[in-house]
């Protein structure tokens, strides 16, 4: 490797990416519970309320997807992006 080949430091920022996989794990879970006739906020709501994983559905792994997420991990980031969205 030659001595002029350096390439620039990259910035990680472990807050995005964390926004961005609770984002994810939201839009995923709620295709699969559209796909099944739900209505994915009431459904959403329920689990998020009780910490019950039977208001999320199987189907597509999605109750899988979103217990891979802290419960409150998503209640912060969803009470963050509403504020900021609403200032």
């Known amino acids: 490797m030659a001595v002029n080949d350096i390439s620039p430091t990259v910035s990680f920022n472990a807050d995005e990416v964390r926004r961005q996989n609770i984002c994810k794990v939201l839009q995923l879970v709620e295709e699969a519970l ?3 006739g739900y209505n994915a906020i009431n459904q959403l709501a329920g689990y998020l309320i ?3 994983p ?6 597509k792994n999605a109750r ?3 217990q ?3 419960r409150h991990e998503i209640i ?9 969205e609403h200032q």
């Open 34 to 36: 559209d796909e099944r």
């Open 50 to 52: 009780s910490n019950d």
């Open 54 to 59: 039977a208001y999320i559905s199987s189907h």
């Open 64 to 66: 899988g997807i979103i």
């Open 68 to 70: 891979s997420v802290e």
């Open 76 to 84: 912060e980031e969803l009470v963050r992006f509403y504020l900021e």
